[in-house]
């Protein structure tokens, strides 16, 4: 992972001029010069560590798996949110840690712990860095120092049921490296978010990832079914058999805690044969809302697809520019994979265009289609290169009823449009739903405008008159993202007094001395 950005510096894009000049002309974003500062002219906070500590965390994972150099704690210092990086680029690394500790077994991960607890030290859980709400941004004071406790050596499949259809893996594994290991062996997680080249299977389960494809493979929280978790006070082996009676599912303590009540160091996941072939279509809808209706059908009524996603209008004028295609109307992206033994991937693909067709919608060209899939993983290197041309570039995201969808968008999109547009900088705001239920859908929110003086305190507040208007609107505060830092301050208003009360108390027993995380999730 690129220290200042996303991912292979390799793939980073250039703007097209069309882009460029789009920028300059809808939301007078200037051309900058926003290259980062060389790596080694970040600044980092004094050590606050105890060599003594240092050493004795050295006893545990081997001193080549202790790492204190500037680079080291530069690369672990920030998640991947525009606040992070805007800080990270200007040569501003506040939450870098003392040092980075690199466990390769779970024994080793709950030495660490216990010495952490025992010397009050507290340890960011890092399983790839890809958190965009604050997950890595724990509290310094009153600590003696804080480490980041890295699951990279964390590494493979331990074991794999094929007639259970199960894979148990070490919470370290790479996303990448897990489906190159079940393909080879004809099977599939199906599970691939935006930071799907980076993350790792145990930073996926701490946060309750979703993936593209969540329509047909589910949430990654859905496919998990045992967990092994290191905490301060020992270990928990949580999940046994397909489905229990046996009181409340601890595993769901977990599941989103977003390593501030252990560290996930294996865990079992469900599995499925992997797809023969893939088709993707590419649909035009008349309005956002008349393309909501048709994704309310095929989730209620069928048939559902692998992937299917809706872009507004805004979002899909923008996708026309960067590709060259005609704009208007909005984009509806629908995905289908065919497995062994089951229906037919192409008759699968006709009955969703015929149940699209008879919503409304306009089949498009293949190409259209092929080429999401081909881009699914890119949009952070866009974001990147907005943030070199001077603007900044952002996300947030909420899930809500269908009844709440549409007035949930505009009154989110409205607070938007204003609290940017009071600092002088008008906002672009674009939104899509890429996680159908019957019940509802996620709505996914991309915000460019022109970089402030203060572009980090700019954003701030356009995310607090966000947030506040999901809240007011019914929407929760995090489809996936996760709460982290940044929506830890509306937990309360979503769960409750007592709610916070009962993490408080988990926490309390897991986590006696505070170090896991401080500041991140719990209020």
């Known amino acids: 992972m690129l220290w200042s950005g996303w991912g292979d510096p ?21 051309p900058a010069d926003g290259t980062p500062v060389p790596i080694a002219q970040v600044r ?12 004795e965390l050295a006893m545990f994972v081997g001193p080549p798996n202790l790492h204190t150099h500037h680079d080291a704690r530069v690369k672990h210092a920030a998640g991947r949110s525009t606040a992070d990086l805007l800080r990270l680029r200007s040569g501003d690394a506040p939450d870098a840690p003392d040092a980075v500790v690199l466990p390769g077994t779970h024994n080793e991960v709950v030495g660490v712990l216990g010495a952490c607890a025992r010397r009050h030290v507290a340890v960011v859980p890092f399983a790839g860095g890809t958190s965009v709400v604050g997950g890595l941004a724990a509290r310094r004071e009153g600590f003696g120092g804080l480490v980041t406790l890295d699951v990279r050596r964390l590494t493979g499949l331990v074991s794999l049921d094929t007639e259970s259809l199960t894979a148990t893996f070490r919470a370290g594994t790479l996303a990448v490296e ?37 329509a047909g493979y589910g949430r990654f929280d859905e496919m998990v079914l045992a967990l092994t978790v290191a905490t301060p006070e020992g270990t928990l082996e949580l999940g046994r058999g397909p489905a229990s009676a046996a009181g409340p599912d601890l595993r769901q303590l977990v599941l989103g805690s977003e390593g501030a009540f252990g560290v996930i160091t294996e865990l079992t996941l469900r599995v499925h044969p992997a797809p023969q072939k893939s088709v993707y279509q590419g649909w035009r809808f008349g309005s956002f809302a008349e393309g909501a209706t048709a994704l309310r059908e095929l989730a209620q009524r069928g048939p559902l697809p692998t992937v299917l996603r809706l872009s507004d209008e805004a979002e899909t004028g923008v996708d026309a520019v960067l590709h060259g295609r005609e704009a208007g109307g909005c984009l509806v992206i629908a995905g289908y994979d065919g497995v062994p033994g089951g229906t037919g991937v192409d008759a699968l693909a006709a009955a969703g265009a015929d149940a699209l067709a008879a919503a409304g919608g306009a089949c498009l060209d293949d190409a259209v289609g092929e080429t999401w899939a081909e881009g699914r993983f890119d949009a952070p290197y866009l974001r990147d290169a907005l943030l070199g041309a001077g603007a900044i570039a952002e996300t947030c995201e909420t899930a809500t009823n269908w009844s709440n969808l549409v007035a949930l968008k505009e009154s989110v999109t409205a607070a938007l449009v204003s609290s940017l547009s009071a600092q002088d900088t008008p906002p672009l705001v674009m939104c899509h739903v890429s996680h159908v239920y019957p019940t509802g859908a996620s709505l996914y929110f991309t915000v460019v405008a022109k970089a402030a003086d203060d572009p980090v305190a700019q954003w701030a507040v356009a995310k607090t008159a966000a947030t506040d208007a999901i809240v007011a609107g019914g929407g929760t505060i995090t489809h996936h993202h996760g709460v982290g830092a940044e929506h830890r301050p509306w937990l309360e208003r979503e769960i409750g007094p007592l709610g916070v009360e009962v993490l408080r108390a988990v926490k309390a027993r897991l986590d006696p001395a505070g170090i896991l995380n401080p500041g991140v999730l719990v209020p």
């Open 10 to 30: 390799g793939k980073a894009v250039t703007l097209p001029p069309a882009v460029l000049t789009l920028l300059e002309q809808a939301l007078g974003v200037q």
């Open 178 to 214: 897990a489906e190159e290991l079940l393909g080879a062996k004809g099977f599939t997680l199906g599970h691939f978010p935006q930071s799907y080249e980076y993350a790792r299977l145990g930073g996926f389960a701490a946060t309750r990832s979703a993936g593209q494809a969540s």
């Open 44 to 55: 980092l906070p004094e050590s606050e560590l105890d060599p003594a500590v240092a050493t």
